[in-house]
């Protein structure tokens, strides 16, 4: 069974910076693409950025173009998802999803397979 279990949430002053962990079970991690989408309270789950299995193609939204920066350690079975610059519109459930077409990256929360349970950040004004 394939867990993904995101850490490193917080509340943080606007013009921070915080990084996100997720911690994956699978057995082989470069058979995944990685992804982070993020849920504010009365919106829709929204995509954030994408990784494909090498870190050869990575995908932002346009709103954290700039100021997110994904990356991944193959080796530790690990994603990341680096914020600078955050924002209070950056406060969200963020969760990170994994995608069994690790060459592609993709934005619809469709497009992926499994899911962690998400890891809360609050960006104070």
């Known amino acids: 069974q394939v867990q993904l279990v995101e850490s490193g949430g917080g509340l943080v002053q606007a013009g921070g910076s915080l990084r996100l962990s997720c911690a994956t079970s699978?057995?082989?991690?470069?058979?995944?693409?990685m992804g982070w989408f993020r849920q504010a309270p009365g919106k829709e789950r929204e995509f954030v950025a994408a990784?494909?299995?090498?870190?050869?193609?990575?995908y932002y939204a346009d709103s954290v173009k700039g100021r997110f920066t994904v990356s991944r350690d193959n080796a530790k079975n690990t994603v990341y998802l680096q914020m600078n610059s955050l924002k209070p519109e950056d406060t969200a459930v963020y969760y990170c999803?994994?995608?069994?077409?690790?060459?592609?990256?993709?934005?619809?929360?469709?497009?992926?397979?499994?899911w962690g349970q998400g890891t809360q950040v609050t960006v104070s004004s």
């Open positions: 999803a994994a995608r069994l077409r690790p060459a592609e990256v993709k934005i619809r929360i469709a497009q992926y397979d499994y």
């Open positions: 699978v057995r082989t991690f470069t058979n995944y693409a």
């Open positions: 990784i494909t299995w090498s870190s050869y193609s990575t």
